[in-house]
C-alpha cells in the first residue's frame, strides 16, 4: 500500500519568514496530493492540492509543487503570521477519490 | 458547500459499553464514507473504507466485530465501538465523497472511555 513521510515534525518560524514542509510517497499508481490545516480538535481543512498533471500550484501565500519523478511533494508558505501556526498534513490518493494516506504532520509555529 | 454533520462531539463512556458515532452528509449523496482514528499528536489513520450499500473494507490491524460500520442510506454512515476500552480512546473522524464532492470531513468525535 501507499507509505507517506513527512518532514520536518516540527517547524519554528518567525513572523514574514518563509515555511516549507516535504513529503514523499511510495505508490507512483497516487495521483491526488492534497495539504491540510489541522488545529487542535477540529477537523482538517484543505489548504490546497495537486494533481499529478500539474507541477505546481499557487493559492496567495501557499504553493505547492510536485515532483512525480522523484515521488515528492512540497509545501510552501511565503510571509507567515502567527495564525499559520497550526499542524499540517500532506497526503497521497489514487483515482476517482480513492482512500487517502497521510503523512504524519509538521507542527508549524509562528512566532510574532 | 458540502457539508458533513458529525455527533457526538464529545463522548464518555463506561470501559465495556459501546458508542455510536454518526456521520449525515446534508447537502450531497455520500456514496463513500472513509473512517479515521487519531490518537493524540498523531496523524489520521485510515480504518475502514465504506460504500453504500456493501460491507465496509477494514484495514489491516482493525477488527471489524470491534468497530462496525453501517452505511444503509447515502446520506448516513455510522461507527459503533463495541465494547470499549481505554485504549480506544481517540479522535475519531469521517470523511466522505459523492458524486462531484471531494473530500468532506465531519466535525470529529473525541472518545473517551473510563
Known amino acids: 500500500g501507499e507509505n507517506v513521510e513527512q518532514h520536518p515534525s516540527t517547524l519554528s518560524v518567525q513572523e514574514g519568514d518563509s515555511a516549507v514542509i516535504k513529503c514523499t510517497y511510495s505508490?507512483?499508481?497516487?495521483?491526488?496530493f492534497p495539504w491540510y490545516k489541522q488545529e487542535l480538535g477540529k477537523r482538517p481543512q484543505l489548504i490546497i492540492d495537486?494533481?499529478?498533471?500539474?507541477g505546481e500550484k499557487k493559492d496567495q501565500r501557499i504553493a505547492v509543487t510536485l515532483n512525480k519523478t522523484a515521488k515528492h511533494f512540497s509545501l510552501h508558505i511565503t510571509e507567515t503570521q502567527p495564525e499559520d501556526s497550526a499542524v499540517y498534513f500532506c497526503?497521497?490518493?489514487?483515482?476517482?477519490?480513492?482512500?487517502?494516506?497521510f503523512g504524519q504532520g509538521t507542527i508549524l509555529t509562528v512566532h510574532p | 458547500g458540502a457539508v458533513v454533520s458529525q455527533h457526538p462531539s464529545r463522548v464518555i463512556c463506561k470501559s465495556g459499553t459501546s458508542v455510536k458515532i454518526e456521520c449525515r452528509s446534508l447537502?450531497?449523496?455520500?456514496?463513500?464514507m472513509f473512517w479515521y482514528r487519531q490518537f493524540p499528536k498523531q496523524s489520521l489513520m485510515l480504518m475502514a473504507t465504506?460504500?453504500?450499500?456493501?460491507?465496509?473494507?477494514?484495514e489491516q490491524g482493525v477488527e471489524k466485530d470491534k468497530f462496525l460500520i453501517n452505511h444503509a442510506s447515502l446520506t448516513l454512515s455510522t461507527l459503533t465501538v463495541t465494547s470499549a476500552h481505554p485504549e480506544d480512546s481517540s479522535f475519531y473522524i469521517c470523511?466522505?465523497?459523492?458524486?462531484?464532492?471531494?473530500?468532506?470531513f465531519g466535525s470529529g468525535t473525541r472518545l473517551t472511555v473510563v
Open positions: 470523511s466522505a465523497i459523492g458524486r462531484n464532492y471531494g473530500y468532506t
Open positions: 505508490d507512483s499508481a497516487s495521483n491526488y
Open positions: 495537486i494533481r499529478s498533471n500539474v
Open positions: 497526503a497521497a490518493g489514487g483515482t476517482s477519490y480513492g482512500k487517502l494516506t
Open positions: 447537502d450531497f449523496q455520500a456514496t463513500t
Open positions: 465504506s460504500n453504500e450499500g456493501s460491507k465496509a473494507t477494514y
